[in-house]
T-cell receptor, first 114, second 111 residues
Framework: DARVTQTPRDKVTEMGQEVTMRCQPI?????VFWYRQTMMQGLELLAY????????DSGMPKDRFSAEMPDATLATLKIQPSEPRDSAVYFC????????????FGPGTRLTVL | DAKTTQPPSMDCAEGRAANLPCNHS???????VYWYRQIHSQGPQYIIH???NNETNEMASLIITEDRKSSTLILPHATLRDTAVYYC????????????FGGGTRLMVKP
């Protein structure tokens, strides 16, 4: 049963620290998405990759957030420096082909910044 | 993307059909209707999508009105595990077009 995996599942850190979240998309999927979910804003798209190239990161705060795909099996989302307002659940999703095709979501990383 | 309107919450008795409505009165001709759901503490899960014909799969049925201004997701025999937030999304199948999640409907299936 192919699934998107994310690590860590939970992360508690202090303000100013660097946070790295990792995602392993489903093998063979060529599109990867990063979403953030908070009670106030709901689910928001942060960034989108196809074939490891970033296609849209307009939803991501550029000054502190960065998203990369070092290879086809790993996507990373970094926050440096982290702030309390970054506390949220971060989801990675993967898909095949166009962005509008079915997206398969991972279990999420719950980030708490104190 | 066209905006959608969903009731914030609904209840359904276990074993009965759950009918979740969605209004999308400004939908364009090239926009599809997608449904995802999110069970507590999990990532969203794709359910079904359609353009203008009714669709059915192993999870649910999607009924789209003839004028396409509204649709209904039907879970034919709801179980406790179907308790979740259900999101109705309309979007065109253009390259790079993203999913935009609204508030959704919180469905509570009760014994």
């Amino acid at each position: 049963d192919a699934r998107v995996t994310q690590t860590p599942r939970d992360k508690v850190t202090e303000m100013g620290q660097e946070v790295t979240m990792r995602c392993q998309p489903i093998l063979g999927h060529n599109t990867v998405f990063w979403y953030r979910q908070t009670m106030m804003q709901g689910l928001e798209l942060l960034a989108y990759f196809r074939n490891r190239a970033p296609l849209d990161d307009s939803g991501m705060p550029k000054d502190r957030f960065s998203a990369e795909m070092p290879d086809a099996t790993l996507a990373t989302l970094k926050i440096q420096p982290s702030e309390p307002r970054d506390s949220a659940v971060y989801f990675c999703a993967s898909g095949l082909g166009e962005a509008y095709n079915e997206q398969f979501f991972g279990p999420g990383t719950r980030l708490t910044v104190l | 993307d066209a905006k959608t309107t969903q009731p914030p919450s609904m209840d359904c008795a276990e074993g009965r059909a759950a009918n979740l409505p969605c209004n999308h009165s400004t939908i364009s001709g090239n926009e599809y209707v997608y449904w995802y759901r999110q069970i507590h503490s999990q990532g969203p899960q794709y359910i079904i999508h359609g353009l203008k014909n009714n669709e059915t799969n192993e999870m649910a049925s999607l009924i789209i009105t003839e004028d396409r201004k509204s649709s209904t997701l039907i879970l034919p025999h709801a179980t406790l595990r179907d308790t979740a937030v259900y999101y109705c999304i309309v979007r065109a199948q253009n390259a790079g077009n993203m999913l935009t999640f609204g508030g959704g409907t919180r469905l509570m299936v009760k014994p």
